[in-house]
């Protein structure tokens, strides 16, 4: 489903922040991407969400080589693609309804579909009947579970979080997970970035550290010496 | 095909929304590009009144033939009838001596001096009328040629020296208005442009998020397309008013000048032929401007990394 090989990411600065990396994901898996900040996590994720290219190395998502995507194909790419960010990015001047129905509109669905299907993911994020809600009038859980919404509400094959939890409480963080683990029993691809190892440890999905740009091991269950070093 | 156009639509009054929000920052931009389309307009309005005010050309130039004295009204009318023939002649109006001596009697206020005269000074004369289409200087010059060449004419005169003058305002007066339409088109164009690309750098997070979740360029592009198009539009439904409201206030004074020098003219308003112009050139202008702007902004908007 994803395929990394050998992919080095050289920043204009001349920073290094992925040297090399090699690793594979498989359809309907739900992998943790662990490492301190700084690591290269989330720039796995930014050259999945087509946000960077590699300077070397070659990425394959869904069986396409994204260095021979076209860049009049990268919207209906990023269409098959559910993001979530640290920070929700929503739109707060428009109600929550509005920022989940972004991607379906963007795809051209219609309005009866639409409805039906931002109100499902509102549902399965627990936030049914806060459609009409402005984002600054929710808290930052539910904000971020909004975020959650608008990624799902197109029925990606792959999902991708960026430190997910990095706002929330510890009980708030594993609701949010769970979700994701909901996600991957429907069959949907999530790669999720965090260094809250508390979390990583309580769910034992697959784990891929990284360390300076470098892939230090995968494993299904996070080995304390390969995240507690240094 | 229905979900095309139901993107359209959303995006058309997605656009309406926002312009109606910011009602002062829209009028102002609405207020500039309405003036700068008035302009052209007003200055057509002018031209086309000033060339119906003076009846057209056709009417104004007339050529007259004085004969000799000692030429006999049969032979004159015999001229008169070959002119007829010509295709550059539109009517001749034969006036005898007889028939100008008491025209002449009666309103030159001469009659007393002209009763002392032992006979009629005054000779023979056609009033020629040019067709429409021969009108032009050499046209005229060609005609004047036919008419002096009888050796019973004493002399042809061509009252036409004002006409070319005012065929040379006229045509100053049309080149002026184009200047002033690419001008104040160009001015639009940047108005329009500007007011664009403040709207896209004000909504960046906005198409950065679009991007993310998919939105082509297209897609992005399309809201700009049409706030473009409604500022054109809006600014010429301005310009047709402020010159629909002048063209009002001038009536009752230019119909009151034109009563003065005995004419029926009335001022006329712009016609469908100008009101489709000035909204084709609103609407293609917004479209444009809109367009230059989002080509040259949008692209180096991507969502953060």
Not at chain 1, 154 to 178: Q, R, S
Not at chain 2, 278 to 288: C, D, E, I, K
């Amino acid at each position: 489903m994803i395929l990394f090989e050998r992919v080095t990411k050289r920043y204009p600065n001349g920073r290094e922040a992925l040297r090399a990396a090699t690793f594979s994901i498989d359809r309907g898996e739900m992998v943790f991407l662990t490492g301190r900040s700084g690591a290269g996590k989330s720039t796995v994720l930014k050259l999945i969400a087509m946000l960077e290219r590699p300077t070397r190395g070659t990425v394959v998502v869904n069986g396409q080589n994204l260095a021979a995507l076209k860049s009049r194909h990268l919207p209906a790419y990023r269409r098959a693609l559910g993001v979530v960010f640290q920070e929700h990015r929503l739109l707060d001047d428009r109600p929550v309804f509005d920022n989940v129905a972004l991607p379906l509109v963007v795809a051209g669905a219609s309005q009866s579909d639409m409805g039906k299907r931002v109100r499902a993911a509102l549902d399965q994020v627990g936030l049914l009947g806060k459609e009409r809600m402005l984002p600054n009038e929710l808290s930052v859980g539910e904000q971020q579970r909004v975020g959650i919404a608008r990624a799902v509400v197109a029925k990606p094959a792959v999902l991708i979080a960026d430190e997910p939890t990095g706002n929330l409480d510890p009980a708030l963080a594993l609701e949010v997970m769970k979700l994701f683990r909901r996600f991957q029993d429907v069959g949907v691809t999530v790669i999720v970035a965090t260094h809250d190892l508390h979390v990583v440890h309580e769910f034992g999905q697959r784990t891929i550290v990284l360390d300076d740009g470098q892939i230090q091991g995968s494993a299904d269950v996070p080995l304390p010496s390969m995240t507690a070093t240094r | 095909m229905l979900g095309y156009l139901t993107h359209h639509a959303q995006a058309l009054l997605g656009s309406i929304g926002r312009l109606v929000r910011t009602p002062f920052a829209t009028a102002l931009t609405v207020l500039v590009i309405g003036l700068a389309l008035a302009l052209p307009l007003a200055l057509a309005l002018f031209v086309s009144n000033a060339m119906r005010a003076t009846g057209g050309f056709t009417g104004a130039v007339e050529v007259s033939v004085y004969f000799k004295p000692e030429v006999a009204m049969a032979r004159v009318q015999q001229l008169a009838q070959s002119a007829r023939g010509r295709a550059d002649v539109a009517t001749v109006q034969v006036i005898s001596a007889a028939d100008a001596l008491k025209e002449f009697r009666q309103y030159s206020g001469f009659g007393a001096a002209l009763q002392s005269l032992g006979q009629n000074p005054l000779p023979n004369v056609l009033h020629v009328l040019p067709a429409g289409n021969a009108s032009g200087p050499a046209d005229l010059a060609a005609l004047q040629h036919y008419l002096a060449a009888w050796p019973e004419v004493d002399l042809v005169q061509v009252d036409a020296e004002w006409v070319l003058r005012f065929n040379a305002i006229l045509a100053l007066l049309r080149r002026v208005l184009g200047i002033a339409t690419v001008l104040l088109g160009a001015g639009v164009l940047g108005v329009i442009g500007n007011t664009i690309r403040l709207e896209i750098q004000g909504r960046r997070t906005e198409i950065e998020v679009v991007r993310l979740v998919g939105g082509s360029t297209g897609f992005v592009r399309r809201p700009f397309l049409y706030a473009g198009m409604l500022y054109g539009l809006w600014g010429a439904g301005l310009a047709w008013a402020l010159v629909a409201v002048a063209v009002l206030v001038l009536r009752a004074p230019v119909a009151m000048l034109a009563q003065l020098y005995g004419s029926s003219f009335t001022l006329s308003g712009p016609g469908l032929q100008q009101l489709g112009l000035v909204f084709g050139a609103g609407l293609s202008l917004g479209w444009l401007g809109a367009w230059l702007a989002a080509a040259r902004h949008l692209r180096g908007i991507e969502p953060r990394a």
